[in-house]
């Protein structure tokens, strides 16, 4: 009888184990995928980010100067599609708001809205949805985040040092 005890133990100490293994394999998979969907969607966001500097530049420049130079979309596209491939919706969302202004702006240079007077205010509608993206990308890449009050570190518009007169380089 001892002989069968033993074989029993031995199979269920087997089985035990083989479960213990598929139970862990799952459990490191799952955390593998969550992490490869952080890093996709970081990385992701970052593209946009990287992008909304080329965009906002050459935008900013079209506005003080009334030129329009040539842009290639096929970045800012490119990084709009991925992070609509691998963000949560919210982010998505929020990239997809920030380009439907970019479209505003476009619009509004086109029809011969050029000058500081004219730039500052679509800017400011750029910036709101650029803090936006980034709030939306915190929250889903870190949760428990609270929101930046702020995108930019540039004194806002109403600041004094918008009221001195430039300094003129020597």
């Not at 002989?3 to 479960?19: M, P």
């Not at 998505?92 to 708001?97: F, G, P, R």
């Amino acid at each position: 009888m001892t002989g069968v005890w033993e074989i029993a133990g031995s199979a269920f100490g087997a089985v035990a184990t083989l479960a213990g293994v598929v139970a862990g394999g799952r459990l490191g998979s799952r955390a593998q995928e969550r992490q490869w969907g952080r890093d996709a969607c970081r990385d992701a966001c970052a593209d946009v980010l990287r992008g909304y500097v080329e965009v906002h530049r050459y935008f900013s420049r079209w506005a003080r100067t009334g030129v329009q130079e040539e842009f290639d979309w096929s970045e800012w596209n490119r990084a709009l599609g991925l992070v609509r491939l691998v963000a949560p919706p919210e982010v998505a969302a929020a990239a997809d708001a920030m380009d439907a202004e970019l479209w505003v702006i476009s619009h509004a240079l086109r029809g011969g809205r050029h000058g500081m007077d004219a730039w500052l205010p679509l800017r400011e509608q750029l910036e709101a949805r650029h803090l936006a993206f980034l709030n939306a990308a915190r929250a889903g890449l870190l949760p428990g985040n609270r929101p930046l009050a702020r995108a930019v570190g540039r004194p806002p518009a109403d600041h004094p040092i918008w009221q001195l007169p430039a300094p003129r380089p020597e």
